[in-house]
């Protein structure tokens, strides 16, 4: 993990989902600037800027593929978090060869999956 950059709440947070939500493949986590998603997103960016995105590098080699979790270095740690748990439901609701259906049912069930192991994992702290 990347962690150099990212405020000590998030990777707190990385911790405890990756042992209470574990993905299919490896993760490989990363701090970005605004700057960063500007240029990947292209004219999708918007206004109010990004906090994370997430997608899937699926190699045909045994092993190889991984999952990308981008975060923002710097933002409201609210919305940080918020999206690190939007973007961790959608990485274990979706699947590496999954359809991508933005926000389905599955999805919600997820996230609420992924929020509830952050909360309950906060409460024993």
């Not at 997430?54 to 975060?71: C, D, K, Q, T």
């Not at 973007?87 to 919600?108: I, M, Q, T």
Request: charge should be positive.
């Amino acid at each position: 993990m990347n962690s150099k950059y990212l405020q000590e709440d998030v990777r707190r947070a990385i911790r405890i989902l990756r042992k209470s939500c574990p993905l299919e493949l490896p993760l490989r986590v990363r701090s970005v600037t605004q700057q960063e998603f500007k240029r990947s997103w292209k004219g999708e960016y918007p206004e109010r800027g990004m906090w994370g995105d997430s997608y899937y590098m699926v190699s045909e080699s045994p092993g190889a593929s991984y999952v990308v979790l981008r975060i923002a270095r710097t933002g409201p740690i609210e919305a940080i978090l918020d999206t690190l748990f939007h973007e961790w439901a959608h990485l274990l609701d979706r699947g590496p060869f999954n359809v991508r259906k933005r926000h389905r049912r599955s999805w919600g069930i997820s996230y609420s999956k992924v929020y509830d192991a952050y909360e309950r994992a906060m409460a024993n702290e």
